[in-house]
């Protein structure tokens, strides 16, 4: 019997992808740890993913198969501390694909992000391979760890697999300092009845998808055979695209005395170098992807269980 750890499970994704996990191959099969599990069902551990020897024997213990590894400190965030990021975006996935090349777990999923786009990447309908000159320290880790993966799968034949997530829209959970955080924050102001403030700017288009998409297409990539997966850096993953603005208007729909004031910070920098919109036909290809939610379908799933 195969066994999944997710690292980082209390996380934005984490929380929703062990949920999803367990229902499917049964609650003893798939373990959480994170650095603080208090949100988290057992079995969990309280876990170091930058401790490689706590790692291991975790590992080993339990007889892990296969590792999510969702542990990163995400762009706003690394802005504020860029030497630590890397440390620990860095330091996390080399441990885990070691383990990996050791033949100690068979499979790893690591997410990439749109952040390793930067300002000179053709922003709509960005194609899986094009120019990559990232401008934060989440994405120049992000992208480092792409060309790591591949590094693993080349000289190693480590089986990793990867999906570059775009901003990523949920109920369940609270976001944990990204750029698109706006996109959930501002559900939370419509439900409470308070006029909400952007932070990018209303024209800022950015690629998005809600969570449930996310965490199926993380199972699905994980799920399909070996020689699918074409690609072993990250794959372009696509769900919707909208600017704020657009997103605004269709909660005012919902919610008709809402009012939104835009007053960009440095997110809008970050926000400003990345993709509008992705070209996600290679995962489609390879792997059978496709999105189920488009923008409405969102809305209506956020406001309803806000």
């Given at each position: 019997m195969e066994?999944?750890?997710?690292?980082?499970?209390?996380?934005?994704?984490?929380?929703?992808?062990?949920?999803?996990?367990?229902?499917?191959?049964?609650?003893?099969?798939?373990?959480?740890?994170?650095?603080?599990?208090?949100?988290?069902?057992?079995?969990?551990y309280e876990l170091d993913a930058t401790n490689e020897s706590a790692l291991r024997d975790l590992v080993l213990n339990e007889g892990v198969t296969e590792i999510y590894h969702l542990v990163a400190i995400l762009s706003a965030t690394g802005e504020k501390a860029p030497k630590r990021a890397w440390e620990l975006n860095m330091k996390t996935l080399?441990?885990?694909?070691?383990?990996?090349?050791?033949?100690?777990?068979?499979?790893?999923?690591?997410?990439?992000?749109?952040?390793?786009?930067?300002?000179?990447?053709?922003?709509?309908?960005?194609?899986?391979?094009?120019?990559?000159?990232?401008?934060?320290?989440?994405?120049?880790?992000?992208?480092a760890g792409e060309?790591?993966?591949?590094?693993?799968?080349?000289?190693?034949?480590?089986?990793?697999?990867?999906?570059?997530?775009?901003?990523?829209?949920?109920?369940k959970t609270m976001p944990g300092g990204g750029t698109t955080d706006y996109a959930i924050e501002i559900f939370h102001s419509a439900r409470k009845g308070i006029d909400f403030r952007s932070f990018l700017g209303p024209d800022t288009r950015l690629p998005m998808m809600y969570m449930d998409d996310a965490?199926?297409?993380?199972?699905?990539?994980?799920?399909?055979d070996p020689d699918s997966i074409k690609i072993r850096t990250s794959y372009n993953l696509s769900g919707v695209d909208f600017t704020p603005r657009?997103?605004?208007?269709?909660?005012?729909?919902?919610?008709?005395?809402?009012?939104?004031?835009?007053?960009?910070d440095s997110r809008q920098k970050i926000a400003d170098?990345?993709?509008g919109s992705i070209d996600d036909s290679e995962a489609k290809l390879d792997w059978g992807w496709n999105h189920k939610f488009d923008t409405k379908a969102?809305?209506?799933l956020m406001s309803d269980n806000i």
């Open positions: 066994k999944s750890l997710v690292i980082g499970a209390a996380g934005q994704i984490g929380t929703e992808l062990v949920s999803e996990l367990r229902s499917k191959r049964g609650i003893a099969n798939v373990i959480a740890a994170d650095l603080r599990v208090d949100n988290l069902a057992s079995p969990f080399l441990n885990i694909l070691d383990l990996a090349k050791e033949r100690i777990i068979q499979r790893v999923f690591w997410p990439s992000s749109i952040a390793v786009f930067g300002p000179s990447t053709p922003k709509i309908k960005t194609p899986q391979f094009t120019v990559m000159d990232p401008n934060t320290v989440y994405g120049i880790s992000k992208s060309l790591w993966c591949q590094y693993y799968f080349e000289n190693y034949g480590v089986d990793v697999r990867s999906i570059r997530y775009p901003g990523l829209i949920s109920w965490v199926r297409a993380t199972i699905e990539i994980m799920e399909a657009e997103l605004f208007d269709e909660i005012k729909k919902i919610y008709p005395e809402f009012n939104i004031t835009f007053k960009p170098s990345w993709p969102i809305v209506k």
